[in-house]
């Protein structure tokens, strides 16, 4: 599966911002999808994923109350909704398709990764 991620920018803090991952190539109801981010100098980090069926959830806790996640599966696509924005949100956000089909932080658990997005939150 082929993933495409967009909507990032330049916003200021306590702004939003909706990110969007497109797939491609495969039906996406059959992936669990995963947003993850990787700051300047730091390690590649869980932010939030969603079951194939979006009946599940899970979010970093850095994020919890300020982002979510959805997915259209018709569309064939993913969002991260962004509510809040802090600096420290700064970072260019990856989506991740998992065949295993959990919600999860690791990284490892995911197939396909799109070429990310980059948001940037000023103070």
């Known amino acids: 599966v082929q993933l495409q991620a967009s909507g990032g920018g330049l916003v200021q803090a306590g702004g939003s911002l909706r990110l969007s991952c497109a797939a491609s190539?495969?039906?996406?109801?059959?992936?669990?999808m995963g947003w993850f981010r990787q700051a300047p100098g730091k390690e590649r980090e869980f932010v939030a994923a969603i079951s194939r069926r979006g009946a599940s959830t899970n979010f970093a806790d850095s994020v919890k109350g300020r982002f979510t996640i959805s997915r259209d599966n018709a569309k064939s696509t993913v969002f991260l909704q962004m509510n809040n924005l802090k600096p420290e949100d700064t970072a260019v956000y990856y989506c991740a398709a998992g065949r295993v089909g959990t919600t999860s932080f690791m990284s490892t658990m995911y197939d396909y990764w799109g070429q990310g997005t980059l948001v940037t939150v000023s103070r």
């Open positions: 190539g495969r039906t996406l109801s059959n992936y669990a």
